[in-house]
């Protein structure tokens, strides 16, 4: 057995990965695998019409079965046929219950997904903020406007806590609240917030927000 495992035996093997490769057809999409790209070019090849379809529906299961993912989507089933598509060359003579595709619809880009470009006045408070700040000045009941600024405020304190190393005091979150509201909403001096408890450490949310990588190592076998 020690011979098996000797580089010698490793270089043929490898040796006849190569030339494997070099013969077979590159697949059109390596998911799916050279057995379903077999079948597909099996099917192309059927001179009946019926048996095309029937060859090819059965192909389509296949595939549903190797990507199961795909049936999170909605339209996870015309999916499944622009791949067929896609891996027959777009050669196939079939009723598909799809419109064929084309190779654009693969190259093209897809549509550029608009983002929000707005100024953050004090970004570890957010954005969320401001919009919480600018709904509360609207409301006209007075009591109501004090118990919701003061939810606001402590709000503010716990953004402040979860991304700052330091401790805040309560007036600093008083003093930011009268800036980002123009002086819209202001809580009187000496307010006590809530006391903010069990809030994650700080290496556990700097981990969150910037992953790092895993080391893999692996031993050598020969």
Known sequence: M???FKKPYLCR????IMEYSKKEKRLRMPEYGRIVQNMVDHAKQLPDRDERNAAIQTIIDVMGNINPTLRDNRDYKHKLWDHLHLIADFQ???DSPFDVPSMDHFLGKPDRVPYPV???KFRHYGKIVEQLIEKAV???DEEKKFEYTRQIANHMKISYLTWNK????DEIILTALKE???ERLCLPSGTVLAEIKDLPP???VNKKRFPQKQNHTFKKRY
Do not use: M
Request: charged residues 30%.
């Open 13 to 16: 093997i490898q040796g006849k």
């Open 92 to 94: 196939l003579d079939i």
């Open 138 to 140: 609207l409301i006209t």
């Open 2 to 4: 020690d011979e098996v």
């Open 166 to 169: 330091d401790n805040v005091t």
């Open 118 to 120: 707005s100024r953050i």
């Open 180 to 182: 980002l509201s123009r």
């Open 202 to 204: 700080k290496s556990v």
